[in-house]
């Protein structure tokens, strides 16, 4: 009888809210995979001769952080700076260290600025990515000279270019993430 | 967005140290990640096992995206030929340069021939190639220059063996998987290889600047005789290399060399060869010789 009257009455923008309800592995895993799928950059067939794709597990782990507060543990960068380390070519461990260290860092930041816009999210991001490359080039044995942090200069605009369109991927991401796909009788 | 209640943990016991446990861990972790950092860079092969396993895993992917990249070739050099500003006639002047890097390796030829003929009784080693096979990925993001192929220990290919592409170096086998290989492009920083001048025994080394050029340092310091437009390919020295692959072209001199842009970019090749290790029979004689000392006494 109510869908007669009006056909979306039971439901909401993740599905029908009758005899469905969220799998908690969607729920829970699908973050942790796009992450993970953005740590396989090396992966992507785009040979470079020098730095130019963003590191994008970093930036999957900033936007699901920033967009989404609460959802990752704050220990979440030991797992996922370990696998980002398997591929990225960088010394084992500074994955392990640097995650950890920029999700410590966020979370200070966000006791002290609370309320925040889409802006500041941005601002923070492009900080820590620059930040994270300039020190992850160091201890991959970049010289600490102006004439060779040079070289991290076009990826470093580029993934701060890129990040609204991450954060926007991620937003569509945490739609699905809680799609109501279980059936339960 | 304001943050989530949950970490406005107020005077409930439990959340607050659930909060506080997950900086413990969180710490913990960086301390842990810290530590390996430090192992790594003391002993950097400690770990290669681990990446090689992990490498092996993912292979198949990056292999059907280089199938891919043949197909859209162009795209792909757009966006990774940064540093190549005006592409138009890009075709035109990649022909003009195979030709110009082929004169010089004639005249590099010539020259060892001439060498060789010099030092009778010394036979070049057979440079038939080991495998042939795909440049399937490189570490694009990190300022370390390590590419993937896809031949491994199953090919044949083993640790230290040139890479070289029609347009010259690509760099050496670094660890082996069962169907893939980490390979340290010759931009890393890392790399150094013993190249000289094509047209004389002007003897440098080759190091990386991870930025697609290479930092050319003379052996013997004095008066600078390398002019722009130089081509360097290998000498041989060390044995790893045979000589006379081309390699980089001066492109601006300094005090004690040249900064030179690479010749075969990754990035323009699809095929690679997989060569065997230059001097393979010497060090096994070598090695065989210490052996059978150690079994004497």
């Known amino acids: 009888m109510m869908e007669t009257l009006h056909p979306n009455a039971r439901r909401d923008p993740f599905g029908s809210r009758i005899n469905r309800a969220q799998s908690p592995l969607l729920a829970y895993g699908l973050p942790w995979a796009s992450i993970l799928l953005g740590s396989l950059t090396p992966w992507l067939p785009i040979i470079s001769p020098a730095p130019v794709l963003p590191p994008l597990g970093l930036m ?23 696998f980002d380390d398997l591929f990225s070519g960088q010394p084992m461990g500074s994955g392990i260290l640097l995650f950890s260290l920029i999700l410590i860092g966020i979370e200070l930041i966000e006791i002290r600025f609370p309320w925040r816009s889409f802006w ?36 470093l605009l580029l993934s701060i270019m890129l990040f609204p369109f991450v954060a926007r991927l991620v937003a569509h991401l945490d739609r699905l993430r809680l799609m109501r796909v279980r059936r339960i009788s | 967005m304001a943050p989530p209640t949950s970490r406005r943990t107020s005077s409930n016991k439990r959340a607050q140290l659930g909060v506080f446990t997950g900086y413990v861990l969180a710490g913990l972790g960086a301390l842990f990640g810290a530590a390996l950092l430090i192992i790594s ?7 290669n096992g681990l990446r090689m396993m992990a490498a092996d895993v993912a292979s198949p992917a990056g292999e059907a995206g280089a199938v891919a990249r043949t197909g859209s070739q162009n795209v792909f050099d757009a ?33 060892e021939n001439a060498r060789l003929k010099a030092v009778l009784g010394i036979t070049e080693a057979d440079t038939s190639p080991v495998a042939v096979a795909r440049l399937i990925g490189s570490t694009s993001s990190s300022v370390r220059r390590i590419g993937y192929i896809s031949a491994g220990r199953d090919d044949g290919v083993q640790p230290g063996m040139p890479i070289t592409s029609p347009t010259g170096l690509i760099g050496r086998v670094l660890e082996t998987g069962a169907r893939s290989s980490r390979v340290l492009l010759l931009t890393d920083s890392e790399s150094m290889v013993p190249v000289r001048r ?24 004095g008066i600078n005789p390398i002019k722009p437009g130089d081509v360097f390919v290998t000498s041989g020295a060390g044995g790893l290399f045979r000589p006379n692959i081309a390699v980089a072209v ?40 210490r052996a059978g000392e150690a079994a004497a006494e």
């Open chain 2, 41 to 47: 860079i003391m002993r950097p092969e400690t770990f």
């Open chain 1, 120 to 155: 500041f999210d941005w601002l923070t991001a492009s900080g820590i990515v620059a930040i994270y490359l300039v020190v992850a080039g160091l201890l991959s044995g970049l010289g600490l000279s102006l004439d060779r942090l040079q070289i991290l200069v076009p990826q």
């Open chain 2, 198 to 221: 094509s047209t004389d025994n002007t003897v440098a080394f080759a190091e990386g600047r991870s930025d697609g050029s290479l930092r050319l340092r003379l052996i013997n310091l």
């Open chain 1, 60 to 82: 999957m782990i900033l936007a699901w952080r920033l967009v989404r507060p609460g959802l990752l543990p704050l220990w979440a960068g030991v797992p996922l700076g370990f």
């Open chain 2, 250 to 289: 001066a492109r601006q001199i300094t005090r004690d060399g040249a900064i030179a842009q690479l010749l075969s970019n990754p990035a323009a090749t699809d095929f690679v060869v997989v060569e065997p290790i230059w001097q393979r029979e010497l060090t096994n004689q070598a090695s065989s010789l």
């Open chain 2, 79 to 111: 966006i990774a030929g940064y540093y190549r500003a005006g592409s138009r006639n890009a075709e035109l002047e990649k022909e003009a340069e195979i030709a110009r890097i082929r004169l010089a390796e004639a005249e590099a030829l010539r020259q």
